[in-house]
């Protein structure tokens, strides 16, 4: 965690704040608020409180009160203080979720439902792509097959959809990679040093969070907040706080179909936030690798990239295969400056000296030749699945909180009163993996949340639900015999 901290006013903090139930001591009461708020991400772990003063006389609460509370929250992990620095936000010790919760099961625990992993399936479009792949081959055999910058068609390709979708792009500007956390983890290599501050989204996409922090990097969440209306999209003024405040090295968002909300940024968001981190000198890297997964949303309506916004230079985009076509290719790309480019191109000879190229080969193909037809299958069982999931999810669970994103891979789904973690523990034992949400959160945020893959197909929505009403009962029935008392607020 950065040493840097957000410091939340006291109005601000009173205008999060739900209301009590009158049935607590009133320290407890806003204990309770406050660590609800920190357990949901709703108050980013690392934000510094307001003065108990100041905070007692915004709330109409005695001083007393307001020590007592930050007391009762230091003691139940949800708050640090040190003598001249304040107090700021925290989670308890072991609320971080196990490392390993994302990697897929293996194919021969066939009983086992996988709801860990939002990947699709291969398109049939694979075999015909495959096979003209194969009689394209004979003409890179000759040489040595090493590609750092990628193979020229599979560039020229991902150049033309992305002057298609309104951003100007040469060949010279994409580095093909082996899947997009290689892209990032050469971005991450190139442009961080140990002890860098990274503004991430809160949530946002768990295996890039793993991979910044493995980087060393001390990460500052922002969180997304919803706009009244049901959509989800960036607090602007607050990602001006951190920028100004924290000054972090990159910004790391997901501008399109965010994983795991599904969130949409539009235009008018994407430019306040580069004027904001240009600013600040900060380098934005844009996770694109959602953007063609609009399926509720019209081509002619989607928002241009980011990229197409910026007028510095200033943003990397980072895009992939995976999502639309399929994860078993390991074709990720790059999108940057031409300089930047050669030399990550010459960083990944100390690792991986270029990309498959059967595979480089089959995507190209698949890019130049299938995608309209492609996506417009994967947009179809994504929408039929989500429909399934919020027609099928209030009958198992009436008070969790969820809402259909336009686009995306998964559903984003609060589970108030049921810890995620414990959930997916239970799921296990039931024959379901689950996904907690504290594993899309800094330091365990989200821990009341889960995401649900729409890559499911709509058929199986019922049998998922059911299994997941199997591992709630047991996580409640476990946490009844073991004595296991929610944490303050919870």
Not at 41 to 64: D, H, I, K, M
Not at 114 to 132: F, I, K, M, R, V
Not at 350 to 368: F, H, K, N, S, W
């Given at each position: ?116 992993l939002a990947a699709p399936t291969a398109p049939e479009q694979l075999g015909e792509a495959a096979a003209h792949a194969l009689a394209q081959l004979p ?352």
């Amino acid at each position: 965690m950065s040493e840097w901290h957000s410091t939340l006013t006291p109005h601000a903090l009173a205008r999060q704040l739900p209301a009590g139930d009158g049935r607590r001591p009133a320290y407890r009461a806003l204990a309770a608020q406050v660590s609800r708020l920190v357990a949901d991400g709703r108050l980013p772990v690392g934000t510094r409180l307001p003065a108990e003063r100041e905070l007692a006389a915004e709330l109409n609460l005695s001083r007393t009160t307001v020590a007592a509370a930050y007391e009762a929250l230091r003691a139940d992990g949800y708050l640090r203080s040190r003598r001249g620095a304040g107090s700021w936000t925290a989670l308890p010790e072991g609320t971080r979720p196990p490392a390993d919760a994302l990697h897929p099961v293996s194919p021969d625990r066939d009983t086992v439902l996988d709801l860990g992993l939002a990947a699709p399936t291969a398109p049939e479009q694979l075999g015909e792509a495959a096979a003209h792949a194969l009689a394209q081959l004979p003409a890179y055999t000759a040489g040595h097959g090493n590609y750092p910058t990628g193979l020229p068609v599979l560039r020229e390709a991902v150049a033309r959809r992305y002057t298609e979708r309104g951003l100007p792009t040469g060949p010279e500007q994409v580095l093909v990679t082996t899947g997009a956390m290689s892209a990032l983890h050469l971005a991450h290599q190139a442009l961080l040093s140990r002890g860098d501050r990274v503004a991430v989204e809160a949530p946002s996409y768990a295996n890039t969070l793993r991979a910044l922090e493995r980087a060393g990097a001390r990460l500052v969440p922002v969180p997304l907040v919803e706009d009244g209306t049901g959509r989800t999209g960036w607090d602007l003024a607050q990602w001006q706080r951190v920028l100004r405040g924290a000054a972090p090295r990159l910004a790391s968002v997901i501008p399109d179909f965010q994983n795991p909300t599904g969130a949409l940024v539009d235009e008018e968001q994407r430019r306040a936030l580069l004027a904001h981190a240009r600013a600040a000198g900060t380098t934005v890297i844009a996770d694109e690798t959602c953007a063609e997964l609009g399926w509720d949303v019209a081509e002619h309506d989607l928002p241009r990239p980011l990229a197409a916004l910026d007028r510095d230079a200033q943003v990397i985009t980072v895009g992939s295969a995976g999502k639309i076509l399929w994860p078993g290719l390991r074709i990720g790309w790059l999108r940057a400056q031409p300089s930047l480019v050669r030399k990550l191109a010459a960083d990944r000879a100390l690792y991986d000296l270029g990309t498959p190229v059967l595979e480089q080969l089959i995507a190209a193909r698949l890019l130049t030749e299938h995608l309209p037809v492609v996506r417009a299958e994967r947009h179809a069982g994504l929408r039929a699945t989500a429909e399934a999931f919020a027609r099928e999810l209030p009958r198992h669970f009436p008070d969790w909180r969820f809402a259909l994103p336009p686009g995306g891979l998964a559903l984003w789904a609060a589970t108030p009163g049921l810890p995620a973690t414990a959930l997916a523990r239970a799921g296990e034992r039931v024959g379901v993996r689950i996904a907690s949400g504290a594993r899309f959160g800094v330091d365990g945020a989200f821990e009341e949340h889960l995401r649900l893959p729409l890559t499911l197909p709509a058929a199986r929505v019922p049998d998922a639900l059911r299994r997941i009403a199997g591992a709630a009962d047991l996580a409640r029935t476990e946490r009844l015999a073991g004595g296991d008392q929610a944490p303050a607020g919870l």
